[in-house]
């Protein structure tokens, strides 16, 4: 999660731009940041070498609704669901669909990471799953990283002792929402991709697992397919 973004500016003009897309941003949900922007470009280039004619997606901890929008407007037969713990976040995303026009395609669920979608009967429907979860240890939260809550909620960013809380949930249960072959794609802090590459292969229910690195060559996104093969 980058500093170079001033948060308290993005706040007071209510908006940023994310993607090429304008989003409007408010306090309660973390302001989009520019690295994400690697995820959703990888989520994109997944969907175009599946050349599905509607492929169905999730945004998980999808904070102000950001790479759901994104995907939405740049992969626009795609049908997403989004999904966040925090009223804040809820409210800026439904804000963010509807300010694009995204209500028929896109729908913004609450609830603590896949209770959410609860009664949908999307297991095994899923065809990608793009996640940004908080990954910053709470000890960090309290040290080095204390102050990115002066402004933004804490949610947003603690990720348990580790910074991997998250992560090992989201790996744990994904592939109940993942078809056969379908694609789990996280964003990762800075020296994380090794541990959340190893955490997908010790769980047996990954294949074809590898990272994805940012112009200064850091591992940034993991992707990672559920097996194609019972």
């Given at each position: 999660m980058s500093e170079e973004i001033n948060v308290a500016d993005a706040y007071s003009k209510g908006r940023t731009v994310f993607m090429g897309l304008e989003l409007l941003i408010a306090p309660g949900a973390l302001v989009p940041r520019p690295e994400t922007e690697?995820?959703?470009?990888?989520?994109?280039?997944?969907?175009?070498?599946?050349?599905?004619p509607a492929p169905r997606v999730?945004?998980?901890c999808c904070g102000a609704g950001n790479l759901a929008c994104a995907i939405?407007?740049?992969?626009?037969?795609?049908?997403?669901?989004?999904?966040?713990?925090?009223?804040?976040?809820?409210?800026?995303?439904?804000?963010n669909?509807?300010?694009?026009?995204?209500?028929?395609?896109?729908?913004?669920?609450?609830?603590?990471?896949?209770?959410?979608?609860s009664g949908l009967e999307l297991e095994g429907t899923i065809d990608v799953?793009?996640?940004?979860?908080?990954?910053?240890?709470?000890?960090?939260?309290?040290g080095d990283r204390a102050h990115l809550t002066e402004l933004e909620p804490r949610e947003a960013f603690a990720a348990g002792p580790y910074g991997l809380s998250i992560h090992m949930r989201v790996i744990k249960d994904a592939p109940r929402?993942?078809?056969?072959?379908?694609?789990?794609?996280?964003?990762v802090g800075l020296g994380q991709d090794r541990q959340v590459m190893s955490l997908l292969e010790r769980s047996r229910a990954y294949e074809t697992i590898?990272?994805?690195?940012?112009?200064?060559g850091e591992g940034r996104v993991v992707v990672a397919h559920t097996m194609s093969q019972a």
């Open positions: 690697l995820l959703g470009a990888t989520a994109l280039d997944v969907l175009s070498q599946m050349n599905m999730v945004d998980m939405a407007h740049y992969a626009p037969t795609a049908r997403v669901w989004a999904s966040d713990l925090t009223d804040g976040s809820v409210e800026i995303a439904r804000r669909v509807a300010h694009h026009g995204m209500a028929d395609r896109v729908s913004v669920l609450q609830g603590d990471l896949f209770s959410a979608f799953i793009v996640c940004n979860p908080p990954y910053i240890s709470d000890k960090r939260l309290e929402y993942l078809r056969r072959g379908g694609i789990l794609l996280f964003e590898r990272a994805v690195k940012n112009e200064a």
